[in-house]
């Protein structure tokens, strides 16, 4: 069917070549597996909450464009932290003219610097972390366990934060992902300031980390999804960036077949990454779509496309066809 969006259009008519012609080609096949009836993951790597990915995202999620999806801690919370503290981040273009000393003011100042933004963490957290304290020490007093997303979905549903909202809610993409009750597996939580902060409360004695249900839960969860989910014209996975929000899911199948030895265990039906990062010794950020195939990730004919650019340039791009824009 032909694109009527202007977007859409547009890149049908430009990107016909080299990388460009890689996001068409990727967009097409995201696309024709959605149509097919087959069903999609997406991982978030990196600081694509920070990008402000929500502004695209949360409405592929709620097109149902999206069933489930794999993102560090860092991403979970940030676009929280986007939502109830924007007013307060601050942009830096000629971030690459910083010296040691103008970084070290910016902390002092309660900035974190992420490329050419700063977050204003401690202004975020102000509004976050009194409620999340809340939820987690109902929960253990209750005798109850969730996962690190669970709990932000208990935040955000809960309306507790609505007052401080500083963008439209429209575009947070956890909140469109709460209102759909989206699964999601967080894999290494504990390296967000979140995880720390819940980390440190179990260091005082002020929490137990069974609260908090932990990555093997995770896997395990992922893995019923899976195989529950894993059949006709199967899981689509399209992966932004690399590290452990890709690998981590995309583990999930030889694990099954492997290790759990299952039999018949479908394997990913689509597969796309954004990564800049370039094949070299060890990588897998960097691996091509090939090299999956002898860990039993990727099957010889699942359609596999690697588009080497930015993902912040090319992932709203590719929603933007998706969705007909």
Not at 19 to 47: F, R
Not at 154 to 164: D, F, H, I, K, T
Request: aromatic share 10%; glycine share 6%.
């Amino acid at each position: 069917m032909r694109k009527t969006g202007a977007v859409s259009q547009f890149l049908e008519k430009n990107f016909l070549h080299f990388n460009s012609a890689s996001v068409v080609d990727a967009a097409k096949g995201y696309e024709a597996h959605l149509t097919d009836g087959g069903k999609m993951l997406i991982s978030l790597a990196g600081a694509m909450s920070t990008a402000e990915l929500g502004i695209s995202l949360a409405e592929m999620i709620r097109q149902g464009k999206v069933d489930i999806i794999s993102c560090t801690g860092a991403n979970l919370e940030e676009d929280v932290m986007n939502l109830v503290a924007h007013s307060h981040y601050k942009r830096i273009p000629q971030y690459r003219d910083l010296s040691p000393q103008d970084e070290w003011d910016l902390l002092q100042n309660k900035y974190n610097r992420v490329t050419d933004t700063c977050i204003p963490e401690e202004e975020a957290f102000r509004k976050i972390q009194g409620h999340i304290e809340s939820i987690w020490k109902n929960a253990e007093k209750k005798e109850e366990r969730y996962f690190p997303h669970e709990y932000m979905y208990q935040l955000l549903l809960s309306g507790v934060l609505e007052s401080e909202y500083e963008i439209d809610p429209k575009n947070s993409w956890l909140l469109a992902a709460a209102e759909r009750n989206l699964p999601i597996v967080v894999p290494g939580w504990e390296d967000s300031t979140m995880g720390n902060i819940f980390a440190s409360y179990v260091i005082k004695n002020k929490l137990k980390a069974s609260t908090v249900k932990s990555g093997i839960e995770y896997m395990v969860e992922l893995a019923h999804w899976y195989e529950a989910n894993a059949i006709a014209k199967g899981i689509g996975f399209f992966q932004i960036g690399g590290g452990i929000a890709g690998d981590f899911a995309m583990c999930v199948a030889p694990m099954l077949e492997q290790d759990m030895e299952m039999e018949h265990i479908m394997k990913w039906r689509y597969f796309c990454q954004i990564t800049d990062s370039t094949t070299s010794y060890g990588s897998y950020s960097g691996c091509i779509p090939n090299e999956k195939i002898t860990w039993g990730k990727l099957d010889v004919d699942t359609p596999s496309y690697v588009i080497e650019s930015d993902a912040t340039i090319v992932a709203p791009l590719i929603f933007a066809w998706i969705l007909n824009y």
